[in-house]
């Protein structure tokens, strides 16, 4: 425990310390694009991001409150310009394409964080669980899907990053896929494939649906929560092996991370975390410089297992 609050306190210091000039591949002209950043985490990510001289697209699926978050960035002197995406939309992920397209030609960063739960202390309330799969899980794919066609090439490469959670992890302490041939499924990159992750969600829904999930073999904590992220989990692991193939100058990098237990909405505010430091290794491994890495899982700028 001592180490990690040490290892807190370094990175904070860090934060503190410019990138220098050979170090900063990007421009005022690299855009990047945070999903869900009204509030919370995606709002500091935001902040973070066009602090190091970025522009950045603050979206939200509200427009009033996106416009106002973006306005209280303007004011405080940073390039964040607001447009309006709902990531489970297919009407508004095409109409953010084609602004993006029309307005800046492609776009270098997508930073998915849009997400929601609605599991509270240790309930496992698994009644939203269509909408926190479709959320979480399908609509951050949708999007990844929609912006790789305009991820524009560099040598530094294209970056995708998610915010994800140890709670989906595939065979955490607390939290595991105890179906050992699914489990071992999807851990092999060989067996991997989108219809696999997509057949897994599919089958929790059902068993949501028949009253039967509690057999299923599920994660033990937040259910439908938890199996959103290990989704999330599999699919830049497996997207991160498609990538892989990109010619030089056209590389497109993939990972996620968790952010800790964080103060937002989300968890009533009772995190320890604050959202500068839950948006830290978000905004770092969208910046790395000079380091190719993809299809990892990260905490506090550490690897860590899926
Ligand atoms: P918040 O609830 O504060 O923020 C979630 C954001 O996602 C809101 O801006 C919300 O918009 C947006 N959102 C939800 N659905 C959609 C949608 N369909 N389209 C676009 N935006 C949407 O929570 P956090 O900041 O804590 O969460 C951010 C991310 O971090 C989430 O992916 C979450 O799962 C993840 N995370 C959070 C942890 C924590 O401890 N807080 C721990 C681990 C992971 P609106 O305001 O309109 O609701």
Redesign the pocket.
């Known amino acids: 425990k001592e180490r990690r609050e040490k290892w807190r306190q370094e990175i904070s210091l860090l934060r503190t310390i410019p990138y220098s000039d050979h170090q900063r591949w990007w421009t005022s002209d690299t855009i990047a694009v945070v999903?869900?950043?009204?509030?919370?985490?995606?709002f500091e990510i935001v902040h973070q991001l066009a602090h190091h001289g970025l522009t950045v697209i603050l979206?939200?699926?509200?427009a009033a409150?996106g416009e106002e978050a973006a306005k209280v960035l303007r004011e405080g002197g940073l390039n964040v310009v607001f447009h309006q995406?709902?990531?489970?939309?297919r009407d508004s992920i095409e109409a953010f394409a084609g602004w993006i397209r029309e307005t800046y030609g492609g776009i270098d960063i997508l930073i998915n964080?849009?997400?929601?739960?609605f599991n509270t202390g240790s309930d496992n309330n698994v009644e939203h669980s269509e909408k926190v799969i479709h959320?979480?899980y399908f609509?951050t794919k949708n999007i990844i899907k929609a912006m790789i066609p305009l991820m524009r090439p560099s040598d530094a490469g294209a970056r995708i990053v998610s915010?994800?959670?140890r709670l989906g992890r595939l065979n955490g302490k607390r939290n595991k896929i105890e179906n050992l041939e699914l489990r071992s499924k999807l851990e092999n990159l060989e067996t991997l494939s989108e219809e696999l992750i997509d057949e897994t969600v599919s089958t929790f829904l059902q068993q949501v649906k028949d009253g039967t999930w509690q057999e299923g073999g599920w994660p033990q904590v937040f259910t439908d929560?938890s199996l959103s992220?290990l989704a999330v989990n599999s699919y830049t692991r497996l997207m991160a092996k498609k990538l892989s193939d990109r010619p030089e100058g056209g590389k497109i990098y993939i990972n996620c991370y968790?952010?800790?237990?964080?103060k937002?909405?989300?968890?009533g505010w009772n995190?320890h975390?604050s959202?500068e430091e839950?948006a830290d290794t978000a905004v770092w491994l969208a910046l790395l410089p000079d380091q190719f890495i993809s299809g990892k899982f990260f905490s506090e700028r550490h690897e860590i297992h899926f």
Do not use: F, H, Q
């Open positions: 999903t869900g950043a009204n509030r919370g985490i995606g979206t939200s699926r509200e409150v995406l709902d990531i489970v939309d964080n849009a997400g929601v739960n959320t979480n609509g915010v994800s959670s929560y992220k968790c952010p800790g237990w964080v937002t909405a989300m968890t995190g975390v959202p839950g």
